[in-house]
Every structure is written in C-alpha cells, then in structure tokens.
C-alpha cells in the first residue's frame, strides 16, 4: 500500500452515468479516494450512504470524493440508483489501479484465502501527493474521520 508523502498514481478511469475521471486534472483540489470491495453489499453500501450523507461538507471545502471498485460503470450506475447515492464511483474493471495503490490483496474469510480489494482510503492534497491513508478500514465512523482529517 502507498505511504503518505509519495505521489499518488495518476488514472483515467470511467465513472458512473458513463464520463471518464482523470486524477491528473483534480490538481488543485485536495481529492479522497476509498476503494471498497463491491457494490451492493452491506459494508460497502453503508461506507458510500456515509459519504453521501457528507458531500455537502466535502464540497464546502473543496473536496472531491471517489469510491473506487472493480465493478463495472454499469453495477454502479445501479448501486447509485438504487441507494440514491451522491458520490461518484469509478470502474477498475481490470485492477490496475487497485494494484498501483496497494490496494489489491490475499484476504481470509470463513477460513478461505482470496483476492480481494483491501478497504482503504487515500486523502491526495492539491499537489497529487498522498496527504493521509487508512488502510484496512472499519466502516463505522470512517466517513466523518475523513472529513475531518481532511479539513483539518
């Protein structure tokens, strides 16, 4: 996973309702981006609902928020629809981007190991260099840590 201090790895990828987001043309703007494992499921739907619910107080301050997954545009064209979601989400369908932040991983659950996208934030500030990580990030509460670390 990325340290704090290095640069963040530049991407262009495609965004729900189908516009591509390239990180290189957020310079300037502090930009948190949370990878999370899957759209539609109980962790990930309540870490984006959390983010939402923030947005005004991201945007205030000039932040731009990212939830990044390997899903397809068109899983989270249906995730934001159905949870009326206000945060934007990218597709890393074929993970270079999970890879390039450290962020894909061998995981365990129920006694299985598997790869998997390690749930974890990166706040970028204006120069595109990583200001602050989460790694292996608990849900509950994250959203308004980030907010404030962010804004602090």
Request: with cysteine; charged share 25%.
């Amino acid at each position: 996973m990325l340290d704090q201090g290095t640069m963040a790895p530049d991407f262009t990828l495609p965004r729900d309702g189908g516009t591509d987001v390239a990180l290189s043309d957020l310079r300037g703007h502090k930009v948190v981006l949370y990878f999370y494992p899957k759209d539609n499921t109980p962790g990930c739907t309540t870490e984006a609902l959390d983010f939402t619910a923030l947005k005004d107080g991201f945007a205030a301050a000039g932040i731009q928020v990212f939830g990044i997954s390997k899903d397809s545009v068109k899983k989270h064209d249906n995730f934001c629809a159905k949870h009326s979601l206000g945060i934007p989400l990218l597709s890393d369908e074929n993970g270079t981007v999970c890879e390039d932040y450290g962020v894909w991983a061998e995981k365990q659950m129920y006694g299985k190991t598997f790869w998997g996208i390690v749930r974890a934030t990166f706040l970028i500030d204006e120069d595109g260099k990583i200001a602050h990580v989460w790694p292996k990030v608990k849900v509950t509460g994250h959203a308004d840590e980030v907010l404030a670390v962010a804004t602090a």
